[in-house]
């Protein structure tokens, strides 16, 4: 069965939102095949950080279209952290069945659409970023991109200040932040300055939320001690740095 639908954007506006700001994605399913079609599930395949590919936002729904008839759908999408920036290509994938029969089937649109995201609004709080200087910078950035995404101030000393940084200016960023992210490998454990950091937060009471490289033991300063940590992986930090900064994301928004 070749021929069986034709699926398209039920709009001609150029789709734009935010990182973390839903938006509702109308889908028109037109079956033109001869049977009665019965669409199950309808997933929008999004292209994500390359080290993760692809990500699925799956709905589950019970259309029931006639032959040569059309439904139109409407999908609320809230684009994670770790999809693809700027001009996010997506495709449309489909489970249904014939009218009549049980097994399923999948139907795959080969026409890609556009989705433009934006950074969203700094509003959830400064994040300060703290990590060993130069072997983590790379992993650091990484982990300052997906905060930004998720509206955080993610604070970096490589980006925001211009030559090596003073401890009076360390100290002046952390005291207004609203969290830590402490990013441990095991460069760390050589690292006064981390060291110092960590001293200087618990100071000033400002919650630490280290994110451990599966390389690396967990230092002395989280065992036990109640702090949070995460772990991740150095092949894929985008998973491991996406769990912990939605955890502290949630913990904020809760508390405003």
């Not at 994938?93 to 139907?107: C, K, M, P, Q």
């Not at 910078?137 to 998720?150: D, I, P, T, Y």
Request: charged residues 20%; hydrophobic residues 45%.
């Amino acid at each position: 069965m070749t021929d069986t639908f034709a699926v398209t954007l039920a709009t001609t506006d150029v789709l734009r939102t935010a990182y973390y700001q839903a938006i509702d994605i109308p889908i028109r399913i037109s079956n033109v095949s001869a049977d009665t079609m019965i669409v199950e599930r309808v997933a929008l395949r999004f292209e994500a950080e390359p080290a993760i590919g692809h990500d699925l936002v799956i709905y589950a729904c019970h259309l029931t279209i006639p032959p040569n008839g059309s439904a139109n759908h409407l999908i609320s999408v809230l684009p994670p952290a770790h999809l693809s920036p700027f001009t996010n290509c997506f495709d449309i994938r489909l489970t249904y069945r014939v009218f009549g029969e049980r097994n399923s089937r999948a139907f795959h649109s080969q026409v890609t659409h556009s989705l433009v995201l934006s950074l969203p609004a700094s509003d959830v709080g400064r994040v300060f970023i703290s990590y060993k200087r130069p072997e983590d910078l790379a992993k650091a950035s990484e982990l300052l991109k997906l905060a930004n995404r998720m509206g955080f101030d993610a604070w970096l000393d490589h980006v925001h200040l211009d030559a090596k940084p003073t401890w009076p200016e360390i100290a002046s960023a952390l005291a207004g932040s609203a969290a830590m992210l402490c990013l441990w490998t095991n460069f760390t454990s050589f690292s006064v300055g981390v060291e110092r950091e960590i001293a200087l937060a618990r100071d000033m009471a400002i919650p630490i939320i280290a994110i451990i490289d599966l390389a690396a033991s967990v230092p002395e300063h989280f065992q036990g001690s109640g702090l949070a940590y995460y772990r991740f992986d150095s092949n894929c930090t985008t998973r491991g740095f996406v769990e912990a900064l939605e955890t502290l994301r949630r913990t904020l928004i809760a508390h405003e």
